[in-house]
C-alpha cells in the first residue's frame, strides 16, 4: 500500500497541478510534518498554529468552540478531502478557544502558511500552484460556513435537516448517502439537542419523507 502522504499527493485537492514527482522535494522544503491522533483524541490550537494548517490525508476531524463555561458548539467537519487550521494563521481563534477532535483514526500533514504564502530562495515550482490551491480550498470552507448559517437560520428543525440532508444529497450526487456526523455531531451542527433530533428524524421516518440506519440516508420522493 502506498504511504498516506504520496496517495495525499497524487489525490488531495491541496496538491492539485503538482506532480507526485515532486513530494520528496516539497516535504523537504516546506518542512512538511505528518502525525497521527486516535479516535476522539484532542488536537489543541496550540499544536495546529505551531504548525499552522493541516491536511487530513485519512480520517476527520471536528473543529469546535468552547467557552469559558465549558460548552462547546460544533463548528465544522474535515474529511480528507479538506484542509484546516487556517483560521488560526492569525493567532486571534486560539483566544476563542477553537479545538479540533480526531472523530476517528486521523492522519494529518501539516504544512507552514508562512512557507506556502512566501516562496523560497529556490523558486521551486509548485509554491505558486500551492498557493492557488490554499486560496481555492478556504474559498471552498467559506462556503461550507455559508452553508451552515442557512442550514441552522431555518424556522424549524424539520426544515433544518430537510436542508442539511438535501445539500448532502446533492454533494454526493444521489439520493441515498452517508453524513459524515454520528448523531451528537449532526446535532451540535443543526444547533439542536440529540434527543430532539432523534425524534424527529424518527416523525420524518414514519411521515414517509426519509429512510436511515447510522449515518445512512435515502430521501424518498425526491426529484434531483
Known amino acids: 500500500m502506498k504511504d498516506l502522504v504520496i496517495r495525499a499527493f497524487e489525490t488531495h485537492p491541496m496538491f492539485e497541478g503538482i506532480s507526485p514527482d515532486n513530494c520528496v522535494t516539497m516535504i523537504n522544503c516546506l518542512g512538511c510534518i505528518k502525525k497521527t491522533y486516535e479516535k476522539d483524541q484532542i488536537i489543541s490550537a496550540k499544536e495546529v498554529f505551531a504548525r499552522q494548517i493541516g491536511i487530513v490525508i485519512s480520517g476527520c476531524v ?113 439520493t441515498s448517502f452517508k453524513i459524515p456526523l454520528g448523531r451528537a455531531e449532526m446535532a451540535d451542527y443543526l444547533c439542536t439537542n440529540r434527543s430532539a433530533l432523534s425524534r424527529e428524524l424518527a416523525r420524518m421516518k414514519q411521515d414517509g419523507i426519509i429512510e436511515y440506519e447510522g449515518r445512512a440516508f435515502r430521501i424518498l420522493n425526491a426529484q434531483m
Open 62 to 174: 471536528y473543529t469546535v468552540q468552547e467557552d469559558v463555561w465549558g460548552r462547546c458548539t460544533f463548528l465544522s467537519y474535515t474529511g480528507e478531502d479538506g484542509i484546516f487550521g487556517e483560521v488560526l494563521i492569525g493567532g486571534s481563534a486560539a483566544e476563542r478557544g477553537i479545538v479540533f477532535k480526531a472523530a476517528e483514526p486521523t492522519a494529518v500533514l501539516y504544512l507552514p502558511a508562512d512557507r506556502i504564502l512566501h516562496p523560497c530562495r529556490n523558486s521551486c515550482p509548485f509554491h505558486h500552484q500551492l498557493s492557488r490551491n490554499l486560496f481555492h480550498m478556504i474559498s471552498n470552507k467559506n462556503a461550507a460556513l455559508t452553508e451552515k448559517i442557512e442550514i441552522t437560520s431555518k424556522s424549524s428543525l424539520r426544515e433544518k435537516v430537510l436542508a442539511y440532508l438535501s445539500i448532502e444529497s446533492r454533494r454526493n450526487g444521489s
